[in-house]
């Protein structure tokens, strides 16, 4: 078993709708809990993280960790045609020596 | 600044021959990476670096060395291709305390025949 696992889609939805990303996770010692964008053919990019469990949310985007469950969750509110990118989901522990564990990603792609 | 730069960008490689890709980073980060990521795969971390001098195996290192000569670059060795190590190579950089952020690079697509 992956100790991240994310359905790699593809999902399509048309602009403007809300889109709903997740991820679980087996790990109970993750304490980072990330979201990368990565557009075709570029490296992935910090969108967001959040510390421990709650929500957090930036501009459109909001954040969700539900530590009870170990699962994530990514929303994205008024989606735009450049929100199409693939996002991988990526958990760590709260340690130097750690190693940042992604998901496989799941590719979004909005409809004009 | 230029962050994470990698060289080269594409490459063709047949089945035997032997390459080295760079990574640079600018950003005085002790933390390197090099990562594959295949299709339905996500990203694989093949080996990775805590500082000048060290390295470390990841989770798919069989095929592939590595050395950290200098703080600011990274070099992944492919000793004798084969068709399983085409894919795209990043190379990720982070500071010490970066415990959530990885600065990753623009990627090497290698094909080898």
């Known amino acids: 078993q992956k100790e991240v696992e994310q359905d790699p889609g593809p999902l399509s939805v048309p602009e403007g709708a809300i889109v709903s990303l997740n991820c679980t996770y087996s790990?109970?010692?993750?304490?980072?809990f990330m979201w990368y964008r990565q557009y075709s053919r570029k490296g992935p990019e910090l969108l967001m993280y959040?510390?421990?469990?709650g929500n957090k949310e930036d501009g459109r985007f909001t954040a969700q960790v539900d530590k009870s469950s170990k699962y994530i969750s990514l929303f994205i509110r008024d989606s735009q045609p450049s929100d199409s990118a693939t996002y991988l989901c990526a958990m760590s522990v709260y340690s130097s020596a750690s190693k940042i564990i992604f998901g496989s990603g799941t590719r979004l792609s909005i409809r004009p | 600044n230029a962050g994470v730069t990698q060289t080269p960008k594409f490459r063709v490689l047949k089945t035997g021959q032997s390459m080295t890709l760079l990574c640079a980073q600018d950003m005085n980060h002790e933390y390197m990476y090099w990562y594959r990521q295949d299709p339905g795969m996500g990203l694989r971390l093949i080996h990775y670096s805590v500082g000048e001098g060290t390295t470390a195996k990841g989770e798919v290192p069989d095929g592939y060395n590595v050395s950290r000569l200098k703080k600011q670059n990274f070099l992944l060795g492919l000793e004798s291709a084969a068709p399983s190590q085409t894919s795209v190579y990043f190379c990720?950089?982070?500071?010490?305390?970066?415990?959530?952020?990885?600065?990753f690079g623009p990627g090497t697509r290698l094909t080898v025949t």
């Open positions: 990720a950089s982070r500071l010490t305390s970066g415990y959530y952020e990885q600065y």
């Open positions: 959040t510390y421990s469990s």
């Open positions: 790990n109970s010692a993750f304490q980072y």
